[in-house]
């Protein structure tokens, strides 16, 4: 059986500062639903990441980096190539995790709500689909087109339990930056494409990244 915090692994790292952020007021759904038009690319799309993981369970931040690949709304592949290697493919609802040195494991998509939850999301913002994040997230933004933030909380009761919110912080039309917040205080940020290429430091805080990101 895989673990709360396996599932929260997966899920952190899937499925981006300059101004300073103010808050739309008229006109706000029209304004993030344009912005998520802008965000789409089609498929196959492939980015790098690096993800920082923060949790009461942990001794110092968990830093990995690899890539992420999107081949349509049910297909998502995550590489992690540094510091171990490891292949998590979801088809459908069907999740494979492959660790080197160690036995593929398998788990249905049911039994991850925080991961379902992210690829409706990713998947959603991938193909510039404001309509079907909507079924999925109440959707927040703030900021202009230099510094913007989409703020995402889970419609579902369930899985408000254990995701609480998703922000993506981007520049005109990339996003920087993919963070997730679970029910039980766990952080992590996810640094994507060119955000995620300068190195990151063993001892980075929470709030160095959120600023790096522009949050």
Known sequence: M????????????????????TAWSAGQTES????????????????????VRFSKLLRAPLIVSGDLGYSGPESLDRRVTTPYREHTSIRGESVKVEREGEKPRSF?????????????????????????LRKTFDVEMS?????????????????????????VNGHQSDPRCFSMTTAD??????LLG?????????????VALQRRCGA
């Open 2 to 21: 895989i673990s709360g915090t396996s599932i929260r692994s997966l899920a952190l790292t899937i499925l981006a500062l300059l101004a300073p952020l």
């Open 32 to 51: 993030a639903d344009t912005l998520i038009g802008r965000l789409a690319k089609p498929a196959p799309a492939t980015v790098s990441f690096t993800e």
């Open 108 to 132: 249905a998509l049911k039994h991850a709500p925080e991961l379902r939850g992210l690829l409706s999301g990713f998947s959603a913002m991938l193909s510039g689909d404001a309509a079907s």
């Open 143 to 167: 900021g202009n087109d230099d510094a913007w933030t989409l703020k995402l909380t889970p419609t579902d009761t369930k899985a408000r339990r254990r995701l609480q919110r998703i922000e």
């Open 185 to 190: 205080g766990a952080s992590s940020v996810l």
């Open 194 to 206: 060119a955000n995620a290429a300068e190195p990151v430091a063993t001892d980075v805080t929470l």
